[in-house]
């Protein structure tokens, strides 16, 4: 009789509290609660190059463990945006550009990159990495006598060539438009060639830091002997050990594009270093054009000046004043021959301080002097010329003592000017020498 009947209303005593749906321990907590655990989309590849998963979906802590990484590993290929190939001691986890992949001995997982828009190029890297992988497991071991690359470098050559290939499709995309808006602001400078020139050089820049970036993190692998030792996956695997200094197969296929991406990035900086020099003529020819304005404007200035040298003069006659002039036959010529001399005076004047301006001059002169061109010499250079002068003449006159008149050097004349007291001690001492020498030999 305890027991409430079912289609009796509940009391409130009898619902849940709220700690109950939350509660990780209780049933309902598990489906209402939802998991905050991120998780990666990826593309699994077997030792066939067959697909065995399509845009699954894991844990980053299943792929830890599943694969032997660390949680740092997976962050940058998550949410990492520079170029980076690390090597690990049962994967190579690679992040370059538009690809994200981890490389096993027997199989590869290429990662989803969500909001990619290099799809195309995606799609590109799937058949050919499909492909070289097939074709390597059904060639077998030797493949024209020579041996065949392990499952790895397979891998990680359609991932090199997948990049390599995607940089040098942007960088023509890139150059083309750059070269001709180039070549056309050799013809005519215009307003709006040099805002595409502005927005081309942008792009350039980016391209280039972007294959500077992927040039580095292949470089920087190249210089890690004991990581290039650890890529050999399949041998490791095998439990064969490879020294640190034997890698010469993986070495010589990473240089290969090592070069190829070096040449992209040598040819952009050339490119972007034309830009540059463009860009500082085309700023000097609107400073001249300027500057051509600038002097424009102060010949006006000028002109004006002296017609109001002449109009003054004009003026104070043109007043209703008795001046005693205006009764002379003479007097009207006479104002007018005065204000024309005093117009040309004034133009002359002012366009020879102008003309003194605009010289360009290769030494500072004195404050006294600012207007002097490069045909006067300023008072600095007059000084300097003095003073090798003077210095000459006394390199000379030494000369002449020590060569010519050692009997001078005995005497007991002071030395020259310029020459110091030690100077002129050893000079008498070569001078008593040479007097010694020669009347020993006209002794019998």
């Not at 598990?30 to 998963?53: K, Q, Y």
């Not at 051509?292 to 104070?316: E, I, P, R």
């Not at 002071?414 to 002794?443: D, F, H, M, V, Y």
Request: hydrophobic share 35%; charged share 30%; with cysteine.
């Amino acid at each position: 009789m305890g027991r409430s009947r079912p289609n009796e209303p509940g009391h409130a005593d009898d619902i849940p509290s709220l700690g109950s749906f939350l509660d990780d321990n209780a049933s309902f907590g598990r489906i209402l609660r939802p998991s905050t655990e991120l998780r990666l989309r990826c593309t699994e590849i077997d030792t066939n190059g067959r697909v065995t998963l399509v845009s699954g979906e894991f844990k980053k802590s299943e792929l830890i463990q599943k694969y032997g990484l660390l949680p740092r590993d997976l962050r940058k290929i998550d949410s990492s945006l520079l170029p980076s190939i690390l090597v690990r001691p049962s994967a190579i986890l690679i992040n370059l550009l538009h690809l994200r992949v981890l490389i096993k001995h027997d199989r590869v997982l290429v990662f989803d990159a969500y909001g990619s828009t290099d799809s195309y190029n995606t799609s590109l890297f799937m058949y050919d990495l499909e492909g070289r992988l097939r074709q390597g497991a059904e060639g077998g071991k030797m493949l024209s006598g020579v041996a065949a690359l392990p499952y790895e470098f397979k891998a990680l050559e359609a991932v090199l060539i997948s990049v390599t290939s995607g940089l040098e499709g942007e960088f023509d995309g890139v150059r083309e438009p750059v070269v001709r808006v180039l070549r056309e602001l050799e013809e005519d400078i215009d307003r709006d060639k040099l805002r595409h020139l502005l927005i081309y050089s942008k792009k350039l820049g980016t391209f280039e830091q972007k294959a500077r970036l992927v040039r580095d993190a292949i470089d920087d692998l190249l210089e890690a002997d004991d990581d290039l030792a650890a890529m050999y996956l399949t041998e490791k695997a095998k439990g064969k050990k490879r020294e640190e200094n034997d890698h010469t197969e993986v070495e010589m296929l990473l240089e290969s594009y090592h070069k190829v991406c070096d040449e992209i990035v040598q040819v952009s900086g050339n490119l972007v270093s034309n830009i540059k020099n463009t860009e500082e003529i085309v700023r000097a020819i609107l400073d001249a054009n300027r500057n051509a304005l600038m002097q424009l404007d102060l010949k006006f200035s000028v002109y004006t000046l002296g017609l109001a040298a002449g109009t003054f003069t004009a003026a104070l006659y043109g007043m209703n004043l008795k001046n005693f002039i205006e009764e002379s036959d003479l007097g009207f010529w006479g104002v007018s021959a005065f204000c024309a001399v005093s117009c040309v005076v004034v133009f002359g004047y002012g366009l020879n301080k102008l003309r003194k301006v605009q010289r360009l001059r290769m030494w500072t002169g004195d404050v006294r002097y600012p207007y002097e061109g490069i045909g006067s010499k300023s008072r600095s250079m007059r000084t300097m010329e003095r003073d090798m002068k003077q210095q000459q003449q006394k390199q000379r006159e030494l000369e002449r003592i020590r060569e010519g008149d050692p009997h001078r050097a005995l005497s007991g004349e002071r030395n020259i000017p310029g020459e110091s007291r030690q100077e002129a001690e050893k000079l008498r001492e070569r001078a008593a020498e040479k007097i010694t020498a020669s009347s020993q030999i006209r002794e019998p």
